[in-house]
Nanobody, 119 residues
């Protein structure tokens, strides 16, 4: 079992920045990758970014490239999502998730943190 706890959400004006954190605990040695997803009201959950747990490969969805950066601190078992130049369309509940399968299947999820970007 892996437990995930997100923090760092809030309300920010368009053009502003936020940093989300996701602390992992439990059987973290089983993690292959960590990902950030988001779900806006009335929309399906979508992939935002991911990072390898034991390597530095990262992936971002096109809509956040150049604005969002995923990073990690293995010593703290924590993954971050730095979000710059935020837009109202970035408003969503942001979730972190852990892939313990190695094939990009995310089995463990945090409770989510709300990000609201005002125009």
């Amino acid at each position: 079992q892996v437990q995930l706890v997100e923090s760092g959400g809030g309300v920010v004006q368009a053009g502003g920045s936020l940093r989300l954190s996701c602390a992992a605990s439990g059987r973290t040695f089983n993690i292959y990758a960590m990902g950030w997803f988001r779900q806006a009201p009335g929309k399906e959950r979508e992939f935002v970014a991911s990072i390898g747990w034991n390597h530095e490969n990262t992936y971002n969805t096109d809509s956040v490239k150049g604005r969002f950066t995923i990073s990690k601190d293995n010593a703290k078992n924590t993954v971050y999502l730095r979000m710059n130049s935020l837009k109202p369309e970035d408003t969503a509940v942001y979730y972190c998730a852990a892939d313990t399968t190695g094939i990009s299947v995310y089995s463990y999820w945090g409770q989510g943190t709300q990000v609201t970007v005002s125009s």
